[in-house]
């Protein structure tokens, strides 16, 4: 009995604790600034963003309002704003909204005699009515706008049906909400407004698909008739072999100080894919999700165009559309277009998920083909038909469209030729069109033909982080180093060039004196050792006696290339072969480590790769090489000239 009344003794005191303990933790006062120690407490707002032209009032949740409490708005560069109650509770407060405010954020502040407690963030924000009436049969509604200003003739969509605004900047889309999403296409002169670098221009839908629903879209004037557009692919960030801290120090540096370069002249960037790592979305625990923390972690001052790779689907589900479900959920549609001044942008999808074996909680063998499905081909045409066929055309995909062979002609790169020929036949009468891609971790410019030119733009990541990771600069699969494009825009006017990580806006090439490239190869224990253990890879033994190599990373066919030896014109050829840095800095370094040599990872032959034989191998040469916008770049050879890992 002794012990049971000890028993009783503590459960009663557990019990009677237990509301305490409770309240403890339900209490959000120990987790939001707004709250900790302050007046009031236990608030709730009914959310963060509100127009004027639908809320007149709002009512704010909490414990403690007094008689005699008054709240204002403090903003910025701004008198404080003095609001109306309309009611005052000791558990709520309903205010006014002043309907001429001007759209900002605004701190809501709680004024108690001298005591002073800011109770959250708000904004309030211009908009036209937004009561946009029903239509019969129409599922999806909303209002285009720019503060009190009607959007007039936007383009929304469904990714199937396409519509336009009308004069009061309203739409309406009879929609099977097949993919769960309704987009704007930002006119010249527009932008989205942006939340951590993401563009607010779409929205999930919400309701049945007979229900009719509404989402508006909210555009900020801009001139980007003067604009500039990175393009960056592959950044595979899986959280392994140091990619986050290689990111952070390479890349996220580099575009910071990119965008200040270009002061107020608006950037862009648009980003062709493999954001992350289909096969480590479980493994390392990094998917589209963590992705997104990551560039809001960065606070990069420039809006993402987002498009899907192929390693940007969930591994656990066959079949494009569900694999692709994630990403929907996170970077929303997987093609869409937007107009930058007088340009037009399109972002497409032409990878199509089929990962044979997948079931939840088991990855299938993650295989893909590279073509367009019927409903995007179809939703093309229909945003094509909306562009005149005098603007340029900028569009972004994942995989190739075209590709090279040993001879160096241009090959078709989709699963198949009628693939190909689909996609190109969208673009027939156009004047201009840029077609942008990545996926294969190298650099090779198509010039498809007077209208029409691809650039495959090697990855962020490089050859997927690896050469970084062993401390042997950052270079992909053909010698190009990571890096990005950049796109220079003047009205109708297309300048770009290729831009490396870390290396000067000048440094457009490099080269090697394959005299001391063999004598590498020979001499090198790491070398030595990779060669005994892959004997078919190259060593360069093959090449002649005082041969250079040139690789001219963004190469294509009005660029010009001359060496002279200080006498003469030396002639130089277009070859097909193997970058050696790449070699000795990705193939000779994993061997070396323990590791073993991987056919996806190696170095790739590339059609930027040029050869000259000097007269000997001591002879200095001088290296003029000239791009398509006549910009030269020059580089005296001394010879011999050394041969390393992070030569560049």
């Known amino acids: 009995m002794k012990l049971d009344r000890f028993f009783l003794i503590r459960l009663l005191c557990i019990l009677l604790l237990l509301p305490l ?55 910025e560069d701004r008198e404080d704003t003095p609001l109306t109650l309309k009611a005052l509770d000791a558990a709520y407060v309903t205010f006014a909204v002043p309907q001429q405010i001007e759209t900002a954020e605004y701190t809501l502040i709680l004024l108690r005699g001298t005591q002073e407690q800011p109770l959250g963030i708000l904004n309030f924000r211009q908009s036209i009515n937004l009561d946009v009436p029903d239509k019969d049969l129409m599922t999806i509604k909303g209002a285009v706008f720019c503060g009190s200003t009607p959007v007039v003739g936007a383009i929304v969509s469904d990714g199937e049906e396409v519509t336009t605004t009308d004069d009061n900047g309203y739409y309406w889309l009879g929609s099977r909400k097949y993919h769960g999403y309704v987009f704007v296409t930002q006119p010249s002169g527009y932008q989205p407004l942006t939340e951590n670098s993401m563009p607010r221009f779409w929205q999930p839908l919400t309701e049945s698909q007979f229900v009719c629903e509404q989402h508006n879209f909210e555009l900020e004037k801009v001139d980007n008739d003067n604009h500039v557009m990175f393009v960056t692919s592959d950044i595979h960030l899986a959280n392994r072999v140091n990619d986050l801290k290689q990111y952070r120090e390479l890349f996220i540096p580099e575009i910071n100080g990119a965008i200040e370069n270009y002061g107020n002249r608006p950037v862009y960037t648009m980003v062709l894919g493999d954001m992350t790592w289909d096969q480590f979305w479980y493994d390392t625990k990094y998917n589209m999700e963590s992705y997104l923390k990551t560039l809001a972690d960065a606070k990069i001052p420039t809006t993402f165009y987002h498009l899907p790779g192929n390693h940007d689907n969930d591994p656990y589900y066959a079949g494009d559309f569900q694999a692709e479900a994630a990403y929907k959920q996170y970077l929303g549609p997987t093609y869409y277009s937007f107009n930058l001044g007088k340009v037009h942008y399109i972002a497409l999808d032409n990878n199509v998920y089929i990962n ?87 650099t ?16 962020i990541c490089a050859t997927w982080w690896w050469t970084g990771y062993y401390g042997n600069g950052h270079i992909s699969r053909d010698g190009t180093p990571g890096g990005y494009g950049v796109y220079e825009i003047d009205g109708t006017q297309i300048e770009w060039h290729y ?53 001219v990373w963004n190469w294509d066919p009005e660029w010009t290339i001359s060496v002279s030896d200080g006498v003469k014109e030396l002639p130089v050829e277009q070859i097909y072969g193997l970058d050696p840095l790449h070699t000795a800095s990705y193939e000779v370094a994993r061997v070396s480590d323990g590791g073993s040599y991987t056919a996806a990872f190696a170095t790739q032959p590339s059609i930027h790769l040029f050869s000259v034989t000097a007269p000997d191998a001591n002879t200095t040469l001088t290296v003029t090489v000239t791009d398509r916008f006549g910009k030269t770049y020059k580089e005296v050879m001394s010879r011999p000239k050394a041969f390393a890992v992070n030569m560049q």
Request: aromatic share 10%; hydrophobic share 30%; charged share 20%.
């Open 21 to 75: 303990v409770t309240g403890c933790k339900s209490d959000d006062t120990a987790q939001d600034p707004f709250q900790k120690g302050k007046l009031v407490t236990d608030l709730y707002i009914p959310g963060t963003t509100f127009y004027t032209s639908t809320v007149s009032e709002l009512t704010i949740q909490g414990k403690g309002f007094r008689p005699g409490d008054a709240l204002y708005l403090r903003s």
């Open 356 to 442: 044979n074996g997948a079931s939840v909680g088991s990855s299938g063998d993650r295989s893909f083909r590279n073509y367009l499905t019927e409903i995007e081909l179809n939703w093309l045409k229909k945003d094509l038909a909306q562009v005149d066929r005098n603007t340029p055309v900028v569009v972004g995909l994942h995989c190739p469209i075209f590709g090279f062979n040993s001879s160096l002609e241009i090959t078709n790169a989709m699963s198949s030729q009628v693939d190909n020929d689909n996609l190109i036949q969208c673009f027939e009468g156009f004047s201009d069109v840029h077609i942008l891609t990545g996926h294969t971790h190298y």
């Open 444 to 459: 090779h410019n198509t010039v498809y033909s007077e209208s029409i030119m691809e650039h495959n733009t090697t990855a």
């Open 499 to 551: 831009k490396g990580l870390g290396l000067p806006r000048e440094k457009q090439f490099i080269t090697y004196d394959m005299n001391t490239v063999k004598n590498y190869f020979r001499t090198n224990q790491m070398a030595v050792r990779f060669l005994k253990a892959y004997p078919t890879r190259d060593d360069y033994k093959d090449v002649g006696s005082n041969v250079v190599y040139i690789n």
